[in-house]
DNA sequence: TGCCAAACGGAATCTGATTCCATATAGTAG
DNA sequence: CTACTATATGGAATCAGATTCCGTTTGGCA
């Protein structure tokens, strides 16, 4: 929930701001999940119990919203990573998390298409959230490699790209998405640098 | 560029109109190139010479074109694959079929990002499109695995699939790509199914 | 050459995002 | 506890862009 990049405000926001921030963020979760990204700015007002200018004041873009939504649960897998960590072998660990967060993109694809298509305002910015993933499943990967059950060449980044990507189908293709991952973690026990072509 | 889905008007087109709506296509391709997907209709239109109406008569949504672009190329990726296995191995056209798609995939990337976050209008069209590139690739799988190249257990549709999720992040990332195909062809030399987990 | 359904261009309309402004409230100083 | 003011708010006004309407033009045919 903590978010890494949090901006501190000049002048810390008053409290029923504050609570109108989480409405906001809580409300246009519920909305988009219920018509999509492309919901109508009104109807998350209406939703958190506010009125439009409100929302804008918090969130001066549409898009900014959909970002606070998707940040506030990149907060939440990277907390899932650590305890999976805690509790199974690193191997199993890693696939545990990489299903959750497979489950996470599944949930999220709409969002995460958005960031691809709106050119300038969105470029960059599904790196961005990527950027705070990486280290937590670099350490999945360490730990596995450490194990000795892998040596294969691809990097955290490379991974969490794939998997991302592999899940945008949409939920109804988990079955295609699990064969997949399966395939790029077989070819991940190999060492694929020199088997092309 | 012969469409396998081009609805034949009960009355064929006036020649002025067939010329219309090829400007169309052609201009909404340059200037979703120049602007990006959510380029204005207007634009488009002037792009292509004609008035806003006429646009709408031809395209009914804005969608429509975006469509019409996409048949467009994929029409000749079709016929490239022809060509390549005509004049390579198996494992080679293969090879170099997926190269060619992956640059397809990439320079469309924000046509195809669109077809998955605009819910209702494009739910399915992705794999509309997909399914006529299917046949293409499977015949250039069985070839492989006649030759003995593999025997992966993942389908022509999965491989599009996912080619096409590898490819959304961006013109930038070519490397990525390439690795992640590798590692993908890795896998599909082994039989992934029992070694999961 | 004349007819007229098909097609056209651009203005009018409609929809939804963004901004403005008069009013209300949290937080603080007296 | 009350007054004060910067911050925040709601809803109306504005703006942008997509879609529709309608009077005019044109291709194809008798």
Avoid at 21 to 35: C, K, P, W, Y
Avoid at 56 to 66: A, E, M, N, S
Avoid at 165 to 175: A, F, K, M, R
């Amino acid at each position: 929930m903590t978010s890494r990049n949090e901006a501190v405000p000049q002048t810390p926001l008053r409290a029923d701001a504050r609570r109108n921030v989480e409405a906001l963020i809580e409300g246009a979760r519920t909305v988009f999940a219920r018509d999509g990204v492309d919901a109508h700015v009104k109807d998350i007002a209406l939703e958190a119990g506010v009125g439009v200018a409100t929302l804008y004041r918090h969130f001066p873009k549409r898009t900014d919203l959909v970002l606070a939504v998707l940040q506030h649960d990149v907060d939440e897998c990277v907390e899932t990573a650590q305890e999976l960590a805690a509790a199974h072998t690193p191997m199993d660990a890693l696939t545990l998390w990489l299903d959750r967060y497979c489950a996470f993109v599944l949930t999220k694809h709409g969002l995460a298409a958005a960031l691809q298509s709106g050119e300038a305002t969105f470029a960059g910015l599904g790196a961005q959230l990527l950027e705070q993933l990486e280290p937590t499943l670099d350490e999945l990967l360490q730990g596995a490699r450490v194990a000795g059950a892998m040596e294969g060449g691809a990097s955290a980044m490379d991974l969490l790209r794939a998997v991302a990507h592999l899940c945008t189908p949409g939920p109804s293709h988990i079955d295609y998405t699990r064969r997949m991952i399966t395939l790029l973690l077989t070819g991940l026990r190999q060492d694929p640098a020199t088997q092309r072509g």
